[in-house]
């Protein structure tokens, strides 16, 4: 029988659980769900145009279809009890695209992360914010994160020689030595322990370089619009089934 609120202390014997609206499967098969899950989960959301084209939409309708999946993700990570959830929103390099484009991608990272802010999510944003393309309803989260419970973090306008710059720029003020990780642009965001990449590409696309020097990589043929929760569970069973190490 399903249970509210928080993962009973058998969770071993049980088969779901709702948390907060969600019903979780046990996932795990048995196994205690606290010492298979990673702690902190980066989300690259990618198809969006490639599934417009195939619903004979204009590409840029297929930016708005990408935020209820963002939503489904923070749902059913913070059920689980994963602690802090990355996502991919815009690029510096993505701006280059046609400009119905930009502000369709634009628009919906800001809608997502203001939903999540409504649904108590923890939100930070984080991205180069002397660009005018930096959503300005976004910038109030920029400078100290959201009071909340997961916390989420939506990359825009960022790219990683803009964070790796940032480090270089406050060695070079400062005159002193500083340990990267705290002069990164990112620096708030912690290490990433799983990155799942919708849309079947193979590739990190300069997604935080320095959180995700130790990260597992889990690779989703479904395009971004397309994802839903049984996606999320795939990809962590897969992690659990992984030697994690960092290296030792």
């Known amino acids: 029988m399903p249970i509210e609120g928080a993962w009973p202390a058998d969770f071993a014997s049980c088969h779901t659980a709702v948390v907060r609206g969600v019903v979780v499967k046990d996932i795990f098969e048995g196994q205690p769900m606290a010492n298979r899950l990673p702690r902190h989960v980066g989300i690259i959301p990618d198809g969006n145009r490639r599934w417009a084209e195939h619903q004979g939409l204009p590409r840029p309708a297929g930016y708005a279809a990408g935020i209820e999946p963002g939503l489904i993700v923070l749902r ?104 990267p990780a705290e002069a990164l642009g990112s620096a708030a965001i912690g290490r990433i322990d799983l990155v799942i990449r919708w849309g079947g590409r193979r590739r990190l696309s300069g997604f935080l370089p320095f959180q995700c020097a130790y990260a597992d990589f889990f690779t989703i043929d479904s395009l971004w619009p397309d994802m839903n929760g049984d996606m999320l569970d795939e990809a962590l069973q897969w992690y659990a089934g992984q030697d994690v190490t960092l290296g030792g």
């Open 76 to 179: 059913r990570a913070e059920a689980l009890g994963i602690e802090e959830v990355t996502a991919y929103g815009f690029t510096k390099e993505n701006v280059r695209r046609p400009r119905a484009q930009v502000v369709a991608f634009q628009d919906a990272c800001t809608e997502l992360a203001l939903l999540a802010l409504q649904e108590g999510a923890a939100l930070l944003a984080v991205g180069d914010t002397a660009s005018p393309v930096f959503p300005d309803r976004l910038r109030p989260f920029t400078e100290v994160r959201a009071p909340g419970r997961i916390k989420f973090n939506i990359l825009v306008n960022y790219s990683w020689q803009w964070d790796l710059g940032h480090a270089f720029r406050v060695a070079r003020a400062d005159r002193v030595v500083v340990k």
